[in-house]
């Protein structure tokens, strides 16, 4: 169709000192992972955000969620034209010494959170390599029949020595 645009989704962090700063478009994510714990930071800019609430309300059946075929249409994308939707909160965000932020692909949510929660807990203070490393393989090996694409890296944050 002539009126429809191919586009990209879009993650970025830029961390200063003890703070960090994102934006985002899409449905790529970005996690924190702090202290055992996995948040999500940035918003989902597809269907999918909407059809899971209509879940929680109670509107639409887990069933009719995972069969629904528009879970992955964008609202918001990068292709040239105005952007609908941009995730860029003004305020910087404190960063703590071992936290990890994590950027990623929509086709990180082949895992639960609980599986990526556990996959961080184990990299311990390994190197982050290792651990997006690790949650490839872990996609790898969940996936499914026309897995999405999975796109993850990852950045502790260390005590700088003075």
Not at 13 to 39: H, I, K, P, T
Request: aromatic share 4%; with cysteine.
């Amino acid at each position: 169709d002539e009126g429809e645009l191919s586009g990209c989704t879009l993650v970025a962090a830029l961390v200063s000192g003890n703070r960090f700063w994102f934006l985002s478009v899409g449905d790529s994510l970005l996690m924190l992972y702090r202290d055992g714990e996995l948040y999500r930071l940035n918003k989902d800019h597809s269907m999918r955000a909407i059809l899971q609430t209509r879940v929680l309300l109670g509107e639409l059946s887990e069933e009719a969620y995972r069969k629904d075929r528009t879970k992955s249409m964008l609202l918001s994308a990068l292709t040239g034209e105005e952007i609908e939707l941009i995730d860029a909160p003004g305020m910087g965000r404190p960063l703590e010494e071992g936290d990890i932020l994590l950027a990623a692909s929509d086709g990180i949510l082949t895992l639960e959170k609980g599986e990526i929660t556990s996959i961080c807990n184990q990299s311990g203070d390994g190197p982050v390599g290792e651990l997006t490393r690790s949650l490839l393989r872990a996609v790898k090996e969940k996936a499914g029949p026309k897995q999405d694409n999975t796109t993850v890296t990852a950045f502790r944050h260390e005590k700088k020595a003075v």
